[in-house]
């Protein structure tokens, strides 16, 4: 419960700050199912150009890797319900076809 | 024409998948290289403006990069915009020293605080020292013997986005790197005056940019205790004359010599002496290379494990700077072959160039030695033929150490020094 508190204030936190960040950051990711949570979480900690620049040479367990980094040495307050969504999105849009 | 084996080498290394792009930037580059040479530098055209990336680099990087402005610096080539990480154009190597604002940008972390130069404050102890000790700005400028060295400053992931495979990573093309006249005080005086204890064994770095996330590893390295001492290492407070720019460390960081930049701390506000090898992220987890697999003389012997070491010093390197890769040369005519050159500063010995393709080496001419830390510039002039012409540039060092014709993998992109290769045509 606490857990989930604390998530909830970080991404408040992010929420508020986003706007200014957002409109010095004119990255376009692909449309598509999931692309939603994909900028939500990884804008929280970086700029959205990290994942076209590199693509599209991560296949899927490459980007699964690259998530479970994000979440582990570096902390992103990630929901776990997410990760798949987020997999999903980068796997079919970011990945070699 | 028979292919040579380099050639062969080479040309594996510029990776099949991406032909069809590298073909398209090619032809962009050939017409703003011909449009530029009939302008007037007032009147460039559009065409001019495109992202110079280094061919190889990958496609993602081809739709996304920009080049774009920070502030107080020209426009670079925007990898990413938080943290930001820019790289510097090709054709400003051209120049033995790169300018400020044309230096690149590289950060881990995203809240970079504008620090103020009034306020500054650097914070000197830890258990591995007798004292401690702050200084300000003014302190260090008149307390202290200031020094000055020209010296490279170069990513460890310079050229990641040339790995074969690709890897993770900030994908950077040729200019994650540049070369500056840096003037401070030794690390080494600041560290003695509070007294050094012989148990000190690393000195722990850190900056005043900090992640956006509490639960992200802020950005602190470590150096051991002789690189620290070693007369060379600064804290630079200005950079070619001039204060340092915030993007590249206002108002102090630390400059050391020979090694790659991610121990260059910027925005330096503390630097304590330790007994024990610091175990932070950014140094137990990441800059590691696998043992054995560079030919490098410095050892960071506190951090070494069974698998892997920390990155210490910078492989033997060189650019060609001119001609332009895809430039139209006038058959029979003298072209002069230019570029530079560096190491992890034993001191470049030779550089050798190819115009065809590496069947034959002839050796180029040294510029002005700015000190064996620095970018060496070299020149070498020949009179094309018409037709196409490859080539290629090699340097060797003082310790006989010279660059390779693949890429040596490893699993961060790490000490790219592949042979660089030029294509031009004479008609």
């Known amino acids: 419960m606490t857990k989930t508190l604390l998530a909830a204030a970080a991404f408040a936190v992010f929420i508020v700050a986003a706007p200014a960040l957002a409109q010095d950051e004119p990255v376009k990711l692909k449309d598509g199912p999931g692309k939603d949570a994909v900028q939500a979480a990884c804008s929280a900690c970086h700029s959205l150009d990290y994942i076209p620049m590199n693509s599209p040479f991560l296949d899927r367990a490459r980007w699964d890797a690259a998530i479970k980094k994000m979440i582990g040495p570096f902390g992103a307050p990630i929901d776990e319900r997410d990760v798949q969504v987020i997999l999903d999105y980068l796997a079919r849009n970011y990945a070699p076809q | 024409m028979a292919r040579s084996r380099v050639f062969d080498g080479l040309a594996s290394h510029r990776q099949p998948e991406y032909n069809g792009i590298d073909r398209r930037v090619f032809l962009q580059t050939a017409v703003a290289v011909g449009a530029v040479a009939g302008m007037s530098s007032l009147a460039r055209p559009a065409a001019a403006q495109t992202v110079p990336l280094t061919p190889g680099v990958p496609a993602g990087v081809r739709a996304e990069a920009t080049l774009e402005a920070l502030k107080g610096k020209r426009k670079l080539i925007k990898l990413t915009y938080r943290p930001p990480n820019y790289e510097t154009p090709l054709a400003v190597f051209n120049d033995a020293i790169t300018p400020n604002d044309a230096f690149f940008v590289r950060y881990h972390v995203s809240d970079i605080p504008e620090v103020a130069a009034a306020s500054w404050r650097l914070k000197i102890g830890g258990e591995g020292l007798n004292g401690v000790a702050e200084y300000g ?39 994650a790197m540049g070369n500056a006249r840096w003037k401070g005080v030794r690390l080494r005086d600041v560290l003695n005056k509070a007294g050094v204890k012989k148990e000190a064994v690393e000195i722990v770095i850190d900056g005043a940019d900090k992640p956006l996330v509490d639960k992200t590893p802020d950005f602190i390295k470590s150096i051991p205790a002789w690189k620290a001492l070693d007369e060379n290492t600064l804290i630079a407070l200005e950079m070619n004359g001039a204060p340092l720019p915030h993007w590249n460390g206002f108002p102090a960081r630390l400059i050391v010599p020979g090694w790659t930049g991610t121990y260059w701390m910027k925005h330096l506000i503390s630097v304590q002496a330790v007994t024990k090898p610091y175990g932070g992220f950014w140094m137990a987890a990441a800059y590691r290379i696998p043992n054995g697999k560079f030919p490098l003389v410095d050892r960071f012997i506190s951090q070494e494990t069974a698998a892997n070491t920390p990155i210490t010093e910078m492989v033997v390197n060189s650019l060609i700077t001119a001609p332009a890769d895809g430039q139209k040369l006038r058959a029979g005519g003298a072209v002069e072959v230019k570029g530079i050159a560096w190491d992890g500063g034993y001191g470049i010995r030779q550089v050798e160039v190819s115009t065809n393709g590496g069947k034959s080496w002839r050796p180029a001419t040294l510029g002005r030695d700015l000190g064996r830390f620095s970018f060496r510039q070299w020149s070498y002039r020949f009179a094309p033929k018409a037709g196409t012409h490859t080539l290629l540039a090699k340097a060797t060092n003082a310790m006989g150490a010279s660059q390779t014709f693949e890429a040596i993998f490893n699993p961060a992109g790490y000490h790219h020094n592949v042979v660089h290769r030029v294509d031009v045509v004479a008609a």
Do not use: I, M
């Open chain 2, 137 to 175: 700005l003014s302190d260090l400028k008149s307390g202290f013997e200031q020094v000055e060295v020209t010296a490279v400053c170069q990513c460890s992931g310079n050229r990641r986005g040339l790995s074969n495979p690709h890897v993770q990573g900030v994908q950077w093309g040729y200019g």
